[in-house]
């Protein structure tokens, strides 16, 4: 057992703050979960960096501070044969007046960034990391790291909550390819962050880190047909109830064949993914445009499910794109409330992650 967890085994198996945070104790499960169902790779070996394809690692982290205060880190590292990046932001959730990020694109031809190793995954920068931290053990615990300045952190979280697989299996089409994506919603977190100058400890019992790991066959998003763009949900979401935190990751994009798909992956309880079609998605008239990279954004959203869940989702600030300052590569990612009524007719309430990737320019 990684040494966070050891020194918190007289809690509860579920941490829980008055936001929400959960960190969940139960391990990922992955062989229990996974291993009787087809997956084209398991979660195990998906850790590693796989050459000639587009890779992602992505980590959300809610965390309480030793100020008080509640932040998301969140940090990214994207891999694929003709392009890299990796990029990350802090929001103060307190006070979302304080926010920055920031981005740094990789050019494959020039930059050693590439040369990671296969196991175990190890992708280190002079100010920037995201790494598996202990190499017997891919599904154990993973480190992300910053020393950009205003973007400042050391995040390690323990890969011990369910494991979600997006469409029920893990995988599913993106136009003419294939994706994998496999997320762990809710794992035990641990490190620092500055703020202003001053290093805070984050409080493992009032935090919780989002982990998702996705790879594209066979090409990198730069070949991808020129309207393809996304909207991607991590959700976290209780009813009035007091029942346990449902976890949805819901997917609405565009891939190049004149459809748009959208569905909704929810694990209600260890084990059981259901895969509900999201029957209305509905943006907003309330925008942001970037006058970085000339992007507009909506900034909340209606999501009704087959089941009839029906969310209303907004965004608390509206400057959280992740982007260079030439404007390439922009995305956002914004940290979001929800409120709504489940299936039962029950209210729910939550908060999580929108990532909106507008239209690639051919």
Partial sequence: MHSTAMKLTAFASVLTTALGFRAEMGGLQEQAISAPLPLMIDPASSQSFIANISNSWWSSSYIRASNEHDYMILSHAGL???RGYYRASILDITDPTVYHQFETILDPSESSAYEVPDVPFNFTLDQYGF??????????????????EDVEFDVTF????????NGGSGSFPWGSQVTYEWSMPSGLTSGSLVVNGTRLSIDPVRSMTWYDRQITWPQGLTTLPSN???TWFELHLNNDLGEQSEKLSIWIYDSGDSERHQFATVRKAPGVNTVLPV???????????????????????????SDGTSLS?????????????????????????VNGFDRAGNKISGFGVVEVVPVIAA
């Fill in 80 to 82: 694929s044969p003709s």
């Fill in 131 to 148: 790494q598996s931290v202990d190499a017997a053990k891919p599904l154990g615990s993973m480190r992300t790291w910053s020393s950009i």
């Fill in 158 to 165: 323990d890969l011990s909550a369910p494991v979600l697989l």
């Fill in 228 to 230: 393809t763009n996304w």
């Fill in 279 to 305: 029957t209305e998605f509905t943006q907003s008239d309330r925008t942001w445009t970037s006058t970085t990279s000339n992007a507009t954004y909506p900034l909340d959203w209606v999501v009704t499910m």
């Fill in 313 to 337: 989702i907004s965004s608390v600030r509206e400057d959280q794109e992740l982007c260079d300052e030439d404007g390439v590569a922009p995305t956002y990612e914004g940290y979001i409330t």
